[in-house]
């Protein structure tokens, strides 16, 4: 079992950066992976990013490609996601998740095991 802790939430405007942390409670080992989510009010749980953890391979969601950068550190066995240019519609609660067992594909949220409570993120226009 792990936790999961999400941090660096916030307001910010338009076109501004923001970086949110998930630090998890024990250390990782393994090819896991951990990924992002986002949930926006009256919406479903997107994909954001995922990041294999023995690899380092990471995927992107296409509608934050070339904005967002997701990374981890194995020392602190925490992963961080790089928020650019943010828009508006990049509103939502975000969410990490790390799956011990990856054999399907990191984009589907059914596929992960543990989730962090989720940090705010809103973006003014």
């Known amino acids: 079992q792990v936790q999961l802790v999400e941090s660096g939430g916030g307001l910010v405007q338009a076109g501004g950066s923001l970086r949110v942390s998930c630090a998890a409670s024990?250390?990782?080992?393994?090819?896991?992976?951990m990924g992002w989510f986002r949930q926006a009010p009256g919406k479903e749980r997107e994909f954001v990013a995922a990041?294999?953890?023995?690899?380092?391979?990471?995927y992107y969601a296409d509608s934050v490609k070339g904005r967002f950068t997701m990374s981890r550190d194995n020392t602190k066995s925490t992963v961080y996601l790089q928020m650019n240019n943010l828009k508006p519609e990049d509103t939502a609660v975000y969410y990490c998740?790390?799956?011990?067992?990856?054999?399907?594909?990191?984009?589907?949220?059914?596929?992960?095991?543990?989730w962090g409570q989720g940090t705010q993120v809103t973006v003014s226009s």
């Open positions: 990041i294999r953890w023995s690899s380092g391979t990471t």
């Open positions: 024990r250390r990782i080992l393994g090819n896991y992976v």
């Open positions: 998740a790390v799956d011990f067992a990856p054999s399907g594909t990191v984009e589907r949220s059914y596929n992960y095991d543990y």
